[in-house]
């Protein structure tokens, strides 16, 4: 049975997921109104893995006989200065949810949470590879510059990605 704090706090990042799901989704609904198809293809995936994560966090509530509760989602900005200023954002958003799984796993260890802090450590290894994705797109952009053919490339480039499986 899971308790009551680590509960709330697991609830409280499923929310954290899907607003991330919805920060990106934003970002490729901008995208792809720009005319910028690989880089909306880009953060779809992204906003699909994210609806993912919170389906972990979910499904580990349940199955510990805890109950999950939905909280509201903030509206997501709609427009980004460029698609530097997008990915520079998508970066500083992983940075801040690295923090909140850092802190739930402080919040395991401290309620003696074993089987949270197991399935944490899974979203500790994801976040290395969040960050490093969008600091790599930051990258590119910053090596392609901020218009004419080298956009057209990056874009290109971003929208070869995938889903990928766990
Ligand atoms: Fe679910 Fe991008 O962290």
Not at 28 to 44: I, K, Q
Not at 60 to 75: D, F, Q, S, T
Not at 126 to 153: F, T
Request: glycine share 6%; charged share 25%; proline share 2%.
């Amino acid at each position: 049975m899971i308790g009551k704090k680590m509960e709330a706090a697991l609830n409280e990042q499923i929310k954290e997921e899907l607003a991330s799901a919805y920060l990106y989704l934003s970002m490729s609904a901008h995208f792809a109104a720009e005319g910028w198809d690989g880089m909306a293809g880009w953060m779809r995936v992204q906003a699909q893995e994210e609806q993912e994560h919170a389906m972990r966090l979910f499904d580990h509530i349940v199955e510990r006989g805890g109950k999950v509760k939905l909280h509201a989602l903030p509206a997501p900005e709609a427009k980004w200065a460029s698609p530097l200023a997008a990915f520079q954002a998508a970066h500083k958003h992983e940075q801040h949810i690295t923090a909140c799984i850092h802190s739930l796993v402080d919040l395991a260890v401290k309620e003696k949470d074993h089987a949270a802090g197991a399935m944490l450590q899974w979203f500790v290894t994801e976040q290395v590879e969040e960050e490093d994705h969008a600091s790599k797109a930051v990258q590119l952009l910053k090596l392609m510059g901020s218009e004419g053919r080298g956009l057209v490339i990056a874009d290109h480039e971003l929208g070869r990605r995938v889903a990928e499986k766990d």
